[in-house]
């Protein structure tokens, strides 16, 4: 998930710059706002995920409290974020991009502990 969601963000930053040379990106075509949409939604569907199968495993299958605390905070983070973000603003737009990769380094963090 995370890697599609970079995939398909990785030229949010970029869409000024793209624009006024004419790049056809899937950013410039789509736009920031709604690939943001789209990938907050991907990700917190993912962290929805995570949180429920801790929710539903059987006893001793995870550590819970980092399977289902440390994904309802990330799932928190995102949606934060994403509430942040100003599509119109560049910098609010890498702001928003240098976040998901931030969840992507704390979600192998997470991993170690559950």
Known sequence: IYA???AVTKDLPDVEGDKAYQIDTFATRV???R???GATFCLFANYV?????GLL????TFNMV???GGHLALASMLLFRFRQLNPDSMASVKRYYKHIWDLFYLE??????I
Request: aromatic share 8%; hydrophobic share 50%.
């Open 57 to 60: 495993a059987q006893g001793g």
């Open 49 to 53: 995920q995570a949180i429920m199968t």
């Open 35 to 37: 690939i943001a949409q």
């Open 108 to 113: 192998y963090g997470l991993y170690t502990l």
């Open 31 to 33: 736009g920031v706002k």
């Open 66 to 68: 980092p399977m289902i």
């Open 4 to 6: 599609t969601v970079i």
